[in-house]
């Protein structure tokens, strides 16, 4: 098939770009021609919450990616749309996770499908946003109307697009595939020295960007607890802040958490990531909502064990007892799963074989099928 990707590519950064670079490579590798056209302008820097939307790496030479839609220019949408449509590829592929992005992809979408042979799916991360906003629902709608069908990787997500009225439209559920593109997995040891951690130490990580809905405060004051304060154990926080970091400097001093802390909160480039799972004992995602998470394939893909949140879809991917914990959003019961795995060092070799044994299931060629799988169905 000719197959094209719409969404955040090199030179942005980020996991949607990841994600994206490497279902492209996915396709390529099940003999398709795949190209991604990406974002000259994602967001306008007045609402891009980080320090810099660009990568810093090196662009990656084995893929063909379009930098040339301005999410705020409607001259762009019209151009990429029309060149599209010209184009005639079999499956254009929009990834959708924000309301905002509604306007820009939906014309896109809208002119694409005029040649009466490109399908439109969209791999929908949100179809109702976690932090809601005026205005989500028309501007997510005018996107989705636009669509032949659609990939969620969580069931919530599917349920969501039922509710909002496209359950008649082709629509499948698919897990998250493993984000096998940072490298092997590393010994403990040389992870924790290449991060200059002591090896006397267990670690937990809180990984990727900080936003109130990832439930950072809830960790913080879980790890108050003091039945962990007594245990040689320390959180590390890898990740840029998202949005205004005093009301967690605020519980760090409420709790005098600063000495039981590793702060790496710049953004962790791709090359650094091997080492911040492969140092950690347990990877802890206490969110307050979600659909999917990257963090729990890339935690899958070293084989670390994990403590998450029952909310969203996010206890579909981690059975409980298995490869880690599954708790209600609470300190409490985030204090008492930690202190659990901490007083019984024995569970860590239980759940990382529970994460071999588990993420077998989670490939890119099942993604790749699906995606075709939807475009087919008339």
Known sequence: MRVVIIGPAYPLRGGLATYNERLARAFR????????????????????????????????????????LNSVNPLSWLNVGRKLRQEKPDLVVFRFWLPFMGPALGTVARLVRGNGHTRIVAITDNAIPHEARPGDGPLTRYFLRACDGFVTMSRAVLGDLQRLGFGKKPA???????YDNFGPIRPQAAALAALGLAADTRYLLFFGFIRAYKGLDVLLEAFADARLAVLPVKLI?????YEDAAPYEVLIKQYNLESR?????????NE???DYFCAADLIVQPYKNATQSGVS??????????????????????????????????????????????????????????????????????????????????
């Open 297 to 378: 394939q890339i935690a899958y893909h070293f084989e670390r064990p994990m403590l998450v949140t029952d909310v969203g879809g996010l206890a579909e991917l981690i059975p409980d007892g298995e490869v880690g914990y599954v708790v209600p959003p609470t300190p409490a019961a985030l204090a008492d799963a930690l202190v659990d795995f901490c007083n019984h060092p024995e569970k860590q070799a239980l759940f990382e074989a529970g994460t071999q044994r588990v993420k077998q299931q989670f490939s890119w060629p099942v993604m790749v099928a699906a995606l075709k799988e939807v475009a087919q169905v008339r």
């Open 172 to 178: 499948l559920y698919r897990p998250h595939p493993l």
């Open 261 to 269: 802390l590793v702060r790496a909160t710049d953004f962790i480039p």
């Open 272 to 274: 650094a990531v091997a």
């Open 237 to 241: 926080i890898a990740g840029e802040f």
């Open 29 to 68: 590798e099940a003999g398709d021609a795949v190209r991604i056209v990406t974002f000259s302008l994602q967001y306008p820097n007045f609402l891009f919450p980080g320090q810099t939307q660009f990568s810093t790496e090196a662009e990656p030479a084995d893929l063909d990616i379009e930098v040339s």
